[in-house]
């Protein structure tokens, strides 16, 4: 949530309670301004009481106009057409005399103020779906049915596809465009915390519920309070801490650790996984009536070899945000780059191909890039070098199936899993199940 911000530079005690008063009117916060705050009031104030504060005044504005754009009122006691033409000389954006001028003042900050609100709100906008770019049938669908579910605030959100094709992207676009849009946003990775550490993570815990626990802990759920909380990989969920997650769904309570008290959690709720929920349903590893409270609606992102022309497209966004990043001149795509980025798989997804034109960039003379900086994973692979053991028993045969397709995948468990047709935690299992034989 933005908060705008009215910056006093207080040379004289003149109306000093005016301010507070206005900032709590127009939905801002009041501070006392240094000259070199960064960053910069969205307004500064620089109030003055007689001539003998006009010259070090004059100095301050000259001093704020050098770090910000942002408006600059200069406030006056006593009405000087000479200190007035000196101020906007130095860098003021107006001049005021109070109370004479108290309304027109107020209007000009509250027209300021409502100016930077429309930035942040656009700027919010772009910054959601102007990240997710493409062109093509499969994935403007997806975006239009985004944009629809985004405005309904309490809609649970169920995001698929395989990794790297922007599942974060899309919670943070039904995030900003939902009327939650100026409250949290928090996201968690389902896979990245230990399990023996989800539950206190999610629900927080109250001092001494474990023996780490030195101080009560808020948990994701309370810090997502009238926002949106975001679990990716929510596959990776373990089986106990599911029933608790659909009591908090369902109830909007939560309980922390070591706690007695349910605590009441306003919450839209939005989880991500690559994995085929379906069937790890089946197979027992996710819970079904978790699977259907989350399935509310589901919105499924088509991988990029599916995506047609957007992989050039996004080839050449990428290489234009990545030269400005870098101070390079933006190259162009040879016609045999071009051919070469269509016909990648691409198993990474647009994340890998962010990733092959950043390092193209960086490795390549300036000009124009071509087949030779790319390394391709081809569209039909080939078939795997690693031999696999025989005669041997099946569970040594899949077992060694797992690590081979790891191996060939560089260390890429999750791919591992979406290439072998299992659920990350089925495929980690047989590399465990590997390492005790």
């Not at 079904?288 to 088509?302: A, F, G, M, S």
């Not at 081979?404 to 260390?411: E, F, N, Q, R, W």
Request: proline share 5%; aromatic share 6%; with cysteine.
């Amino acid at each position: 949530m933005t908060t705008h911000r009215i910056g006093v530079l207080q040379l004289s005690e003149s109306f000093a309670d005016l301010w507070a008063e206005w900032a709590t009117e127009l939905g801002a916060t009041v501070e006392q301004l240094a000259v070199d705050e960064l960053p910069p009031p969205d307004v500064a104030l620089c109030i003055v009481s007689g001539a003998g504060e006009e010259e070090r005044a004059a100095e301050h504005v000259a001093a704020l106009h050098a770090v910000t754009k942002n408006p600059i009122f200069v406030v006056g006691a006593e009405a000087s057409h000479r200190f007035a033409v000196e101020s906007l000389r130095r860098g003021a954006t107006d001049y005021f005399v109070l109370p004479a001028d108290v309304d027109l003042c107020r209007r000009s900050i509250g027209r300021v103020l409502e100016q930077a609100r429309v930035v942040v709100e656009a700027a919010q906008t772009e910054d959601a779906f102007g990240t997710l770019i493409g062109e093509s049938p499969a994935f403007t669908t997806v975006i239009d049915a985004t944009r629809r579910v985004a405005k309904h605030g309490d809609v649970t959100v169920l995001i698929q596809g395989e990794t790297g094709t922007g599942k974060e992207l899309v919670a943070r676009a039904l995030h900003e465009h939902s009327p939650r849009h100026s409250h949290p946003f928090i996201a968690v990775n389902c896979a990245a915390i230990p399990r023996e550490l989800m539950e206190s993570e999610l629900f927080g815990h109250e001092r001494g519920a474990f023996t780490d626990a030195h101080a009560a802990k808020p948990g994701l759920f309370e810090e997502a309070h009238t926002g949106t909380l975001f679990l990716d990989e929510i596959g990776n969920m373990p089986l106990p801490l599911q029933g608790k997650l659909l009591r908090a769904l369902e109830e909007r309570l939560i309980r922390r650790l070591g706690s007695v008290t349910s605590i009441e959690v306003d919450v839209r709720f939005l989880a991500a996984t690559h994995v085929d929920l379906q069937r790890a349903v089946a197979e027992g590893e996710f819970r079904e009536d978790l699977y259907y409270r989350l399935n509310v609606v589901p919105i499924t992102l088509p991988p990029l070899r599916e995506r047609g022309e957007d992989t050039i497209l996004l080839a050449r966004h990428f290489a234009t945000v990545l030269a400005e990043r870098y101070a390079l001149p933006v190259p162009s795509f040879g016609p045999e780059a071009v051919t070469t980025l269509r016909s990648n798989a691409w198993p990474g997804n647009v994340r890998e191909l962010r990733h092959a034109i950043e390092r193209a960039l960086l490795l390549s003379t300036e000009g124009t890039l071509d087949a030779a900086h790319f390394v391709m994973t081809p569209r039909t692979a080939a078939p795997t070098s690693g031999v696999l053991p025989f005669p041997a028993t099946l569970d040594q045969i899949t077992t060694a199936a797992a690590q081979a397709m790891v191996t060939k995948l560089d260390g890429n468990k999750s791919g591992a899993a979406r290439m072998l047709g299992v659920s990350r935690s089925r495929l980690q299992r047989l590399l465990d199940r590997e390492s005790d034989q």
